[in-house]
């Protein structure tokens, strides 16, 4: 991938300001940039906007950190991941690819409702991610559990909006692990409550 051959910052931030003044999550937004891809031929060749976000929730543009977290909030605001599991930010105008490692967000830390040391039956469960959003657990913002293949060790996210999860850092795993409590369901289950449901953690020794 060229330098040459991707739109600026600049003008990424523009058309973003753009989507967001407008309404991000109106679905009109996203049918407009589909048609404009399609009109332009980017259904066949999608434009790359040059951005990454890392494993650890930094995000790149052409491999460089970008350090204004405003702007950063700002495009989040207007990311997208479609059926296939790639990701895209959508403004009225065009939709572009943006390369993601692991999830888009990261879970930095979590607080217990009403405050506990297990999170048992009738806890809530608020975690908050690397951009100051807040994410409470839940059916509608399930944990889920994978393993890292790479290192086999586990891989907790929690679902943060629209097919969009975040990682849940070890310093916060550990935490969750902290509260776990046990659940007999054929086999003796060790996970958290938050919002009536129980998130599985693995199984009891």
């Avoid at 003008?11 to 940039?33: F, T, Y």
């Avoid at 943006?98 to 040391?117: G, K």
């Avoid at 943060?160 to 054929?186: F, K, P, Q």
Wanted: with cysteine.
């Amino acid at each position: 991938m060229g330098q040459d051959s991707v739109r600026s910052i600049h003008d990424i931030e523009r058309s973003v300001k753009r989507a967001a003044h407008k309404g991000a999550s109106d679905p009109h937004n996203e049918s407009c940039a589909a048609d404009a891809a399609d009109a332009h031929g980017a259904k066949h060749t999608p434009r790359d906007f040059g951005l990454r976000i890392g494993r650890d929730g930094t995000w790149y543009y052409l491999d460089s950190p970008i350090h204004r977290i405003p702007l950063v909030k700002l495009f989040s605001t207007v990311l997208r991941r479609d059926e296939s599991g790639h990701f895209w930010l959508v403004t009225p105008a065009e939709r572009g690819i943006i390369h993601v490692d692991d999830a888009p967000f990261v879970a930095v830390d979590v607080d217990i409702d009403p405050p506990a040391e297990q999170a048992g039956p009738g806890s809530t469960l608020s975690f908050r991610t690397n951009l100051d959003e807040t994410v409470v657990a839940g059916p509608d913002h399930p944990i889920r559990l994978a393993t890292d293949p790479e290192t086999g060790e586990p891989a907790p996210y929690v679902l943060v909006r629209d097919g969009l999860e975040a990682l849940i850092n070890r310093a916060t795993y550990y935490r969750l692990a902290d509260m776990a409590v046990e659940r007999d369901s054929g086999s003796t289950e060790l996970g958290v409550w938050s919002g009536g449901a129980f998130f599985p953690l693995g199984e009891a020794d």
